[in-house]
Every structure is written in structure tokens, then in C-alpha cells.
């Protein structure tokens, strides 16, 4: 159902580009019908604004963390970020805040991206679920499922060049793998044409420190490529 209105935006968006580039109508002609199947090459659709996702999910109740947050945590920063970095899901003070990254891992994380000479609000920051889990136990599939559409949406309306996935879940469902992340971190992927690095999730630093220096590598690889 997801996939099927995702076909109907597109093609609506797609009504509203061509009207306003001035068509006003179809012929079946052979120039017209090589003038579509070119426009179908390229991405001539408009995504969703983040507000019109945001919109869309509501308040959601598509799986079962609904009864147990406080707030969604949809996810922060800039609409136009060349890098998106993708968590876990909220914890505690996510969910109080409704923020992403805003307890102790996202202290951690904060200078991480500074580090890399970025602010906050020059990347984007989200997560792979939007609802906190009960007792901050692991995302479970249904939730993974009933989330990642509107993932998918926010990383279509924000297009960037790179994501950074924060540890086992967001690389492994970004990169539809279950692959461990020590295995992953360090390396580029692609999900639908957007480079990904996966490194390890700021949490896992906080218990593992020695850890921090694997992660200042893949930063490095990671602004060096956004530079190169
Ligand atoms: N851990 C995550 O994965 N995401 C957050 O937003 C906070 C902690």
C-alpha cells in the first residue's frame, strides 16, 4: 500500500511539474512518447517537503511503541544537508525532548560532527524509528517496517550526498544486510544512488572508548570523500 502511494506522489508531482513548465496536454505522437520515456530517466518529480511528512505520519499509530512515547522524534536539521546522519531510535531524553541525539550519546555525537568541522544544523539527524522502545530494548521488525517508509520519505525530500549510519540497525536496514557492523564501519555503500558509511553508534562508544579512534577514521574517509 506504502509503495502504491508512493507511486501516486510521484506521478502526481510529476502533473505539477510539467504544468507549471507550461504543458498543456499529452499527444500520443512519437516525438511526444520519446520526450516522456526521456523525462522517466531523469528524477522530474517533486519529494515531499520534510512538513509534508511530517504531516503524514500524524500522530502514528501504525505500530505498538505509540502507547509508550511521549513524542515522535521525527528528526532534526537542515532540510538541505549534504549528510544525514541516521541513529537507532529515541531514548529517554529523545523522548521528553522529542529531539533526536539529545541525551548522552547525542553529547557524543555533537562532537563528532564537530569534529568533522560541521554543526548540527548544517547536517540532518534522524533515526530509524521515531517512538522510543519500551526500556530502550532493540527495534523490533514490525516497527523497522511501519517506520522506514517515512525514512525513506525524509532522505527522498532531503536528498543529500552522504549518510552516515550510526551502528547495527540503521546500517543494517539501510543496506537491507545482516552483516555486523564491525564488519561494515570504514566502508561505502549505496542506498538508492546516496553514498553510505556506516560507523559505530556514539552509545556503543560511550562503553567501548577505545572505539573512538575506528570512528575518527571513518570520519575521515567520510569528510574526505564529501570534499573530494
Ligand atoms: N540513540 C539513537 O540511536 N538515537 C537517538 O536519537 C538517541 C540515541
Keep these: 500500500m506504502e509503495e502504491i502511494n508512493d507511486v501516486l506522489r510521484k506521478v502526481s508531482s510529476t502533473l505539477k511539474f510539467m504544468e507549471e513548465a507550461g504543458c498543456m496536454g499529452f499527444d500520443c ?5 520519446s520526450v516522456v520515456a526521456e523525462l522517466g530517466k531523469i528524477k522530474t518529480y517533486l519529494p515531499d517537503s520534510l512538513d509534508t ?12 511503541l505509540y502507547s509508550g512515547r511521549k513524542n515522535i522524534v521525527f528528526g532534526a536539521g537542515n532540510q538541505d544537508a549534504k549528510l544525514v546522519f541516521v541513529g537507532e ?17 547525542g553529547q557524543l555525537l555533537t562532537k563528532i560532527i564537530q569534529a568533522i568541522n560541521l554543526t548540527r544544523d548544517k547536517v540532518y539527524i ?3 524509528i521515531k517512538c522510543r522502545p519500551p526500556s530502550n530494548r532493540n527495534p523490533e521488525n514490525d516497527e523497522i517496517k511501519a517506520c522506514f517508509p517515512f525514512l ?4 527522498d525530500a532531503i536528498s543529500p550526498d552522504f549518510i552516515c549510519a550510526l551502528g547495527t540497525f540503521a546500517a543494517q536496514t539501510l543496506l537491507d544486510t545482516d552483516e555486523p557492523i564491525s564488519k561494515l564501519r570504514g566502508r561505502l555503500f549505496e542506498y538508492h544512488g546516496i553514498k553510505v558509511m556506516p560507523t559505530y553508534h556514539p552509545a556503543y562508544l560511550l562503553r567501548n572508548p577505545e572505539k573512538k579512534r575506528d570512528v575518527w577514521e571513518d570520519m575521515k574517509k567520510l569528510i574526505g570523500m564529501m570534499k573530494g
Design 126 to 128: 534522524c533515526n530509524i
Design 89 to 105: 531510535g529515541p531514548g529517554y531524553d529523545e523522548d521528553v525532548k522529542g529531539e533526536p541525539f539529545v541525551g548522552k550519546a
Design 152 to 155: 525513506k520519505r525524509q532522505l
Design 53 to 64: 511528512i511530517r504531516n503524514d505520519l500524524g500522530d502514528c499509530r501504525r505500530c505498538k
Design 29 to 33: 505522437s512519437d516525438k511526444t512518447l
